[in-house]
Every structure is written in structure tokens, then in C-alpha cells.
């Protein structure tokens, strides 16, 4: 089965088409921006997959977005986002505490060291 969804362009801009079919249980995702085209992480699929309404171009396709969301509860998909959920997360921490490096060194600059 498939499902084509609209979404917005995060610059405002356009549309782009993000395909979502389920064949044996095995779901693909496909979007059309630039990104997608190239086969690489694409925000668009990102945030349908994780059910955010604010990316449809159209809101009379949440019910097709509801029942992509009933594929992706019966995946492994959960879990790739857990890991990178968790990852983010990290990575956040880290860049606060390199911004706080840096305001350090910055701080030595002007005080000597």
C-alpha cells in the first residue's frame, strides 16, 4: 500500500512529496526536496514519520498521516528514533559545554594566561 503526503518546505517555499508505502510489513519512505532526491536524511520523512502535523501542507491528510503512524508503531522504527532521540540529546549537552569552553578561553584571552 501507499501513501503520498504534501509537505511543507521548511524554508516556506514550495512542496515536496513524501511517499510512504508498506509492502510486507516493510515500509520505505521517499521524499522529493533535495535531500530526498539524493537518498539522504531528509526532515521532511523525519518529521511525518514522527507524526508532526505542523509539516502537512494540507491538514485533511492527518488521517492519512494517522494511519502511516499505525505502520510505524507495528516497526522497528521506534527504536532507530529512540537511538537517535538519545544521540541528539548528547549532542546537545556537548555543544553547551563547548560554548562554555570557548567562553573560557575566550575570558583568558582578555585576562591573560
Known amino acids: 500500500m501507499k501513501i ?3 509537505a511543507k518546505s521548511s524554508s516556506g517555499g514550495g512542496l515536496y512529496n513524501v511517499d510512504f508505502n508498506n509492502e510486507n510489513d516493510k515500509i520505505t519512505v521517499f521524499c ?3 535531500a530526498g532526491i539524493h537518498g539522504k536524511f531528509c526532515k521532511h520523512k523525519w518529521q511525518l514519520m514522527n507524526g508532526n502535523l505542523k509539516m502537512l501542507a494540507d491538514e485533511s491528510e492527518a488521517n ?3 494511519q502511516i503512524g499505525e505502520w510505524i508503531a507495528k516497526s522497528s522504527f521506534n527504536n532507530l528514533y529512540s537511538k537517535v532521540n538519545e544521540l541528539e540529546i548528547e549532542f546537545a549537552k556537548i555543544k553547551k559545554q563547548i560554548s562554555q569552553e570557548k567562553k573560557n578561553v575566550e575570558r583568558k584571552f582578555r585576562e591573560g594566561f
Open 32 to 34: 522529493d526536496c533535495p
Open 4 to 6: 503520498s503526503i504534501k
Open 64 to 66: 492519512m498521516l494517522e
